[in-house]
Every structure is written in C-alpha cells, then in structure tokens.
C-alpha cells in the first residue's frame, strides 16, 4: 500500500533540462555539483598551462607580468573555492543521505539556492577577464595591495572577485548548515552516531568548519569591499589601518578551509580502502576522533601562515601546527592497517586511494618542516610552499576525487568505468603530478619564490622549471582517457548493478541509479556496516 | 526493528507507518527533539555570530592600536550622548520581549494575541530602523572619516541590514499568521524568526555597549 502512494511522486520525476535546472533531489544536485566542479576544474587547469607555459624557460614569451598576476590569483580561487570545496560537497551531497539512508537533505531547496550561487559566483569571478582584468592581487588578496588600484587589479577585476567570493561563501555557509541538519536529524533507525560511515563523520566535521569559519571571511570580504568602494580605513596602513588585519581575518578562515579541502576526501578514501582490502577500517573510533581533532585544531594554527610577519606569537602557533600532525598519523595509520593484510583488489578506485595515501604523508611531512619557525623564516613565499600545498591538495584531495569518481560512478549512472582507461589515467596523472610538483621542492630551497614570471637563466632554475612544464602538460593529457572513459562508460559501460564492489554501506543497498525517494526499504543497522551484516546474516553476531 | 539505542524508534507513534513507508520515514521529529527548522535556524546564528566577530574584530584591533582612544582629530564623542542610542536599544529590547510574547501566544494556540504581537514588533523594528537612519544624517561623521568612522558605520550598517531582514521574516511571519497558517501544533517558522529576532537584539545591546559605552 506505501509502494501505491509512492507512484504518483515517481511517476512526476521528469528527465530533461528542466528537471536539471529545477531539481531539489539531492543525488541530481550532487551531480549537478560535480559536473560544475569539472569544468572549474578544466578552466582552473587551462590557467595553470598557461603559469607553467610562462615558466618552461626563463624570460617573457607567453603572458607579460600583469597576465600573469591573473593567472596564477584565478588560477587558486578557482581550485579551491570552485572545484575542491564544492567538488567535495557534491560528493557529500550525492553519498551522505544515501549512506544515513535519508530519502534527501533536510532542506532540499536550500540545497538547490547552494549549488545554484557556485555557477553564478563563478562567472562573475571569471567576468574580470572581459572587464579590464581579472583579480591579480593572488588568493590570499594581500591588502593594501588588492586595495591599490594602480599596482594590481586596474579593472573591476578584484570587486567581481569579492562579490564572487561572498556568494560562494554563503553556498558553502547554507550547504554546511543542511548537512548538520541532516546528519543530526534524518539519520535512518538503528544508525546511531558511532554507526555512522566515515565520510559522514567527515562531513560533518566540515561542515561545522564552514558554518564557524566561512562568514568570517565573509566579514574579511565586505571590508576589503568598502575599503576598495566606499573610502573605508580598515587595512591600508597609510589611511590609519592595519594590514595585518587582513591577514589575521583572511586565515581565519583559509586555515580552516585547508581541512574543509582534504576532510571529506579522507573520508572518501576510508569508505573505499576497507572494501577493497575486504576489512573493516581499523581503528574507526581513533579515526573520528582523529578527524573531530585535526577540525578543533584547525581553528589555533592560522598564523602560520603569517611567521614572517613578525607579529604572531611564534611559539603558541608553531606548536599548534605541529599537534595537528598528531591526529594526521592517527589517521595514516588507520588506512595503513587497513591495508595490511587484506584481501587487495587493485581496482582503479582503491589505485587512487593509495595515490592519495602516499602522496598526502608526502604533502603532510613537508608541511611540517614549514611548521618549524626557523625553517619556515627560509621557506617563506618559495617554491617549497606550492610544492607543499600541491601535495596535500592535489596528492590529497584531488586523488580522492578521482578515486570517488570511479568509486561511485556505478552508483550514479548504473554503469562500471572501464578499468583500462583508468588505470592509464592513474598512471599518467601520477607520473605527472611527481614530475610537475616533485622538482619544486627543490627549487623552493634553491630560493625561487613564488608568483613570478620570469627569472634569470644563471639561476640554475631552467632544468627543474622545464621538468615541472613537461609534468604540467602530462596532467592535461592525463585528462584524455578520464573524459573518453566518462562519455564512454556513461552508455555503454558495463552494467553495475546494485553493488558492484560488495561494499559495506547502505547507499549499495538500493538500486542503481537510486530512486528518487532512495530506498524501498533499509536493511537492519547494526554496525557500521550494515550490507556487511546483510551479506553474512547470523554469523558473527 | 531492534534499534539498540531504543530512543530512535521507540515509543515512535508513527512508528508503523514509518517501517514500511520510506517518505514517511521524513518524520523523525515524531521522535522529539529539536525540529529541523529550528535547528538549521540556530546552526546559521551560529555563523552570523561569527562573521560579527569578524566585524568586532576589526572594531578592537583598530581600537587596540590606536592610543590614544578615541583618535584626537576625530569630530564625535559618543560616549558623552549615548541618550538617543539608549532609546532605540530600548525600543528593540521591548520588541525582542513582544517577539517572544507571540511565541508564546501561538503555543497556547491564541492567534489573536500573536497577531497583536507579532505587529507590534514588526513596528518596534521599523522604528528602530528609522531611528537609525535619522542617527546617521545627524551623527555628524561619515563612513570614510578615519579608522572609527568606517568601524561605526559597517557595523552598526550590517546591524541594521539584519534588522531589516528580521523586520522582512517577520512580516512574512504576520502574513501568514493572519492567513491562519500557524496553530499550536504548527509553528516552526515563529519559533525560528523569533530566535533570529532575539540574536539580532543581542548583537544590538553587544554593540551599543562596546560603541558607547565601553
């Protein structure tokens, strides 16, 4: 009789554009974010090209100095506000009320005003282009720099910049509040806190990080606005202001935000290595634990970022950056014993799992050093810190992105990716990656510092700055067998089915693609993984 | 179900309903507790706490490095005249109280008297805008005089946006109470704007006394 009353609100489920442009269905929204994601992506990269085009050999062939400035400040906020952060939340967005076996998010329209803001926010990021010069002042918008409008961002670049910002940021405020709701609220029967699968548990943690910590760059942005428009004093030192105070507010936010980056792909790669080493997660409640920490932490280590200003109590914040290696090595030593031992099936998702483990331990041992103050006064604003953040956040994040994408890509579409072709792009967005971002340690402690566009050719800089071109270009390519095998796989992939990994968790419960009211019925939870319990009834328990 | 936690299905009165209709399992308010709307409502004063924090940051950093306090050249004392001030506190004060006599009103199911309050505070609240607005054309100082003119007025401006945004909620709130859409059951919106309507209060007092009288 439930089934009966259920037909009328399947049957209105319509396909087409404008269902896509109207949905409030969670799993289409996710999606929606993803794909959106993508194409920031592809954009997000075109810039880098175009960073590393300038930078194969010395001298200014490719963009002069002011291009440049665009290019690698477009090329950041476009990373991290228009694929990361979002990429990730589309992935929560499309995994998490499945996984708490929800039939949708707490509030669906709300879910719907928080994609629609990112494709909005980001063209008026990307309009600066065609109205005299996009922001060029770099992510951070340094004041007074980004206030000067005769050195950096001549146009209306930085105003679209800030304006795009805040819209992003209030996406990522609404989406943060829904996800809280619907973990605390719409949990199914049985699937207490500790039951919860770990990318829930990591979503959560992000998502009280952007509720505490996006609306104060928020606050960090309308200042600089009126700063900029309205002939405020907050930052420029020469009209009364503090400078600092940009910075301080700025990475009050940008620190948390790392973790906002790389949480939820932690937590991606947790749900994937345990089903395919055919083991639980060792350590699940050290795991949370670990992840509630590295967010609490995440709020005292910001002015790390700021060692060289000499206004920071250095010890306080070098010590906090240190402590959140502690629940960092927690965490690596969860996967690791999940791994050991186990059943591997080297499939492309658990391939890039573990790119994302060694990569990541990469990207969090060269953090630390930065973390040492006196290391830190050498490697200041040189290649060293982007080859750091690169590690973390492509080595990290962007590797759990992929392993996700072919993790859940079955369960999106009812079709398998082809292993094939995503081996080979494993292969060569490894190799690239190594090859592009490995030699800037090297030229971080051969002091090139960062955003410049040309540098001398008796340097010594011309080898390791070629090598990191040729790397930057195989990432591109890289992108070749991932799109072919997406357009491919989408219709003529193999048939999934509803659980094609023998996964543990309940969003393989129901069919693939889910129905829009997601489950018929749930299985009974008495764990953490339930369709574990399901596959072996009785035994065990 | 043998949910060994007990609280989750327990006791649920919907209970039947919910084992075997997956969208009337939505309903887990049934179970007590927090209702979602109210919940995300709190969950995003949580976030505009922190983006005044923002704001009051940038206030005592400005403060902190300027000596001495307040900056000699400065045309404005408003320490010496916080009487005005003092009246639109007390203004939003009364409509914060009236805010939550409707509240209390729409629990007991009396729509008349929440009605009659709910007017009342959507008109405290346009009284306090005006006030505001009249403050500014006398206040004798712009947002672009010095470091404290630019503090004064962002903050005490997104103050103001906020209280236009709680008059807006509100009057949404009285539109669809004289409609009948609220009862003793049903009224997770009053409850939500009314909790809006007292943080925007607290940021008021927050603010007026680090402005005028601290």
Partial sequence: MATTALTPAASAYRSGLYEWLTTTDHKKIGILYVVNSFIFFFLGGILALGIRTELAIPGVQFVDGEVYNQLFTMHGTTMIFLFIIPMLVGFGNYVVPLQIGAPDMAFPRINALSFWMLPLGGILLFLGFITGGAASAGWTSYAPLSEDRTLASVGSGQDLWIMGLTLIGTSSILGGINFLVTIFKMRAPGLTLFRMPILVWTVLVTSILQVLATPVLTSALIMLFIDRNYGGHFFDPATGGTAILWQNIFWFYSHPAVYIMVLPAMGMISEILPVFSRKPLFGYKAFVFATAGIGALGFSVWAHHMFTTGLVFLPFFSLMTFLIAVPTGVKMFNWIFTLWRGKLTFSTPLL?????????????????????????????????????????????????????????????????????????????????????????????????????????????????????????????????????????????????????????????????????????????????????????????? | MTAPSGALTTGDPGHSVAEHNPVAGLAHDS???????????????????????????????????????????????????????????????????????????????????????????????????????????????????????????TLTGFHGAHVFGGVIMLSVILYRGMAGQFSAQHHDAVEAASLYWHFVDVVWIALFSTLYIL
Wanted: hydrophobic share 45%; net charge neutral; charged share 10%.
């Fill in chain 2, 31 to 153: 179970r007590g507790g927090i209702s979602n709307p109210i919940l995300g409502m709190l969950l995003f004063i949580c976030s505009e706490v922190m983006f005044f924090s923002g704001l009051f940051a940038a206030y005592f950093n400005v403060r902190a490095t300027t000596t001495p306090w307040p900056p000699p050249g400065e045309h404005f004392n408003l320490h010496a005249e916080p009487w005005y001030a003092l009246g639109l506190t007390i203004v939003l004060v009364i409509s914060s109280f009236t805010c939550q006599f409707a509240v209390w009103a729409i629990r007991r199911g009396d729509r008349t008297g929440f009605i009659r309050n709910i007017s009342v505070t959507v008109v405290l609240g346009i009284v306090f805008l005006l006030g505001q607005i009249y403050d500014y054309s006398t206040i004798g100082f712009g947002l672009s005089d010095g470091t404290f003119g630019t503090t004064f007025y």
């Fill in chain 1, 352 to 541: 890039f799992a573990v790119g994302f483990l060694s990569m990541f331990l990469l990207g969090g041992i060269n953090g630390a050093f930065s973390a040492a103050v006196p290391v830190d006064f050498a490697l200041q604003d040189t290649y060293w810190v982007v080859a750091h953040l690169h590690y973390v956040l492509f080595g990290g994040s962007v590797f759990g992105v992929f392993a996700g994408v072919y993790y859940w890509f079955p369960k999106m579409t009812g079709r398998m990716l082809d292993e094939g072709l995503g081996k080979l792009q494993f292969v060569m967005i490894f190799i690239g990656f190594n090859l592009t971002f490995f030699p800037m340690h090297q030229l971080g402690l051969a002091g090139m510092p960062r955003r410049i566009a040309d540098y001398a050719s008796n340097a010594g800089w011309n080898d390791l700055n070629l090598a990191a071109t040729i790397g930057g270009f195989l990432i591109a390519a890289s992108m070749i067998p991932f799109l072919s095998n997406v357009f491919i796989s989408r219709r003529n992939g193999k048939i999934a089915g509803d659980d094609p990994w023998q996964a543990n968790t309940l969003e393989w419960a129901t069919s693939s693609p889910p129905p829009p009211y997601n489950f018929d019925h749930l299985p009974e939870i008495r764990s953490e993984r339930p369709l574990f319990d399901l596959r072996h009834r009785g035994t065990g328990h």
